[in-house]
C-alpha cells in the first residue's frame, strides 16, 4: 500500500464566497485589525525566522495609493503561531523599482521564498507561497490576451477582467510531475542537473503536456531525462510551486530497469542510492538533497521511513533507519 505525504492543512480561510463582492477589500482595511504583508520581487519582509505582517495603523500613508491590492485570506483558528485566529491578511506589493529602504530597519530584511524556507514555520511557507503565485500572475497578466487592453482587478486580486471585451482571467498554475523511481530493490534513482552543483541529487521534475495526463508525463519524463521505463506510478501528494507558477504532482513510481542513462541536456548524472547510501553521502558532504519544505525532500523521506539527516548533523542519539532486505 503506498501511504500519501503528510498534507498541512490550509493556514488560511481565503474566504472565496465573500471576496467576490465589490468593497470587500475596502472593508477589510477599514478594519485596524488586519495585518499587511509586503511583497516586491519575489521577496517579503522577515523579522527573526518569522514574516513580518505590519499594523496597518503604523504604516498608514507610507505606502502609494495605487499599490497592487490582494486579500490572501484570514487565519484559520490555531493554524498560524504568531497572528490571532480570524487575523485578515492583505498582500501589498511595490513596484519592482519602488524604493523598500523605508520598510527595512534593524534586524529586518527582505527574503526570498528560497532562502527563508529553511527557517520559516510551515504556516508562514504556505503564506509565503500563496503570495508569490499571485503577486506573479499580476505581474504577468496586466494586459488582455485577447486583445491586449490593459485589464482591471476585481474579486480583492483574484480576477482580472478587460474592459473592452469583457473577458474573464483568473490566476494560472502550470501542473508539473515530480517523481521519485524507486527500483526492483528498493534503491531510488536521483538525478543531479547541469544547472545545479555537481553533488546536488533530487528527484526527476517536468511539466504536464497540453492534453497530456500527469501520469502520462511522469513516465515520458522520466525515460527522457533518465533513461528508465516505470511500471506503476502512484500519486503521493503536491505542493504549490509558484517560480513562476507551477504545481507540483507528487509521484512515486517503480521500475524494473537497473541502467539509467542521463539525457545529458538536463541530467548530468542518475544514481542510485539506498538507505544508508543516501543517509552517509548527505551526512558527509558528498551529496546535497533538496531541503526541508520542499516536496522533493518530503518524497525522499518518504521513500527513506523517516527523517534523513543534513551535513554535519550528529548522529548521537538519532534512530537509523534499517535496510529494508
Ligand atoms: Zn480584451
Redesign the pocket.
Known sequence: MIQALPSPEAVLDRDCDRRTASGYLDAVQARPSHRIMIFQRGKTLVRGNAILFFDPTKVAGQLPADVLTVYLGKTLPGHHPHLPDGTDLVLKVLEDDADSSAWISQGTSLAGYREAAAWLSGADAAIFLQAQAVANWHQTHQF??????A?ELLWAGWKRR??????EHFPRTDPAVIVAIVGGDDRILLASNFAWEPNRYSTVAGFVEAGESAEQAAVREILEEVGVHLHATHYVGSQAWPFPRSLMLGFLAHTADVTAVPDNVEVREARWFSRSELQAAVLSGEAVISQRLSIARAMIEHWYGGRIRDYGEAAEGATSVGEKS
Open positions: 488582455c490576451p485577447r486583445c491586449g487592453s485589464t478587460c474592459p473592452l471585451d469583457a473577458s
